[in-house]
């Protein structure tokens, strides 16, 4: 009798699939959909940016304060603090520059998705820095790994799982960014660039639903993409590769 109920109750989630499925296909204006791929292109390769810029600015600063017991006490309630500070609470000291030194937004948006990934990735890395066992780290001032060396033999190794673990943490936080860094609003000023957070933005004040709601499918489809193809892969890898055992 179980196989029957279950059975039932798949086969109501498929036809419920089928039906949503297709009154959102009814739903949402077709004639952005050729422009979509370029939008969706767009903003992810500032997300892709972002998310490298982070680690390459944060994982040297985050190993150096986790190997220092007392500065990780002392820093990571505020990186705590910093990282439940919503990114676009700077966005209006950031659009006055922009206003005011008339630069564009295409190259202040970048930056501005970096609020929301680059604490995921240095609380992360200060995490996994910490958890290097300390007979390793004086195993490696004994062999003199020094430079270059002692960075790629021991310390990316060491806490690569830990960054993937931050970016996977940050691509979220980016994408919801990237809706808010595309469009800017300071007084009766509007800047904005294009992408796909920029017509999400520009559909929700218009109060668009059609076109909000396709823009935010695309967003999610783009995001299920990403864990599929690189951030299961990536953390598997992490978790077999690099450990210690």
Known sequence: MNWLWSSLWYLAIVVSCIYYGHQLWLFIPKEYLPSLPGWMGVTAARVIAAMVLSVII???LGVWIGLRPKLVSFFQPIIQILAAVPANVFYPLI???????????GSWTIPMIMLGTQWYVLFNVIAGTSMIPSQM???SKVFHLRGWLWWTKFTLPAVFPYIVTGVISAAGGAWNT???AEVLNWGKITLQTHGLGAFISLASDAGQNPQEALGCLAMCFMVLLCIIFVWQPMYRYAENRFKFD
């Open 178 to 180: 990237a809706i808010a």
């Open 95 to 105: 659009a006055f520059m922009i206003v005011a030194w008339h630069q564009d937004l």
């Open 137 to 139: 780290v004086e195993a």
């Open 58 to 60: 944060f994982t040297p």
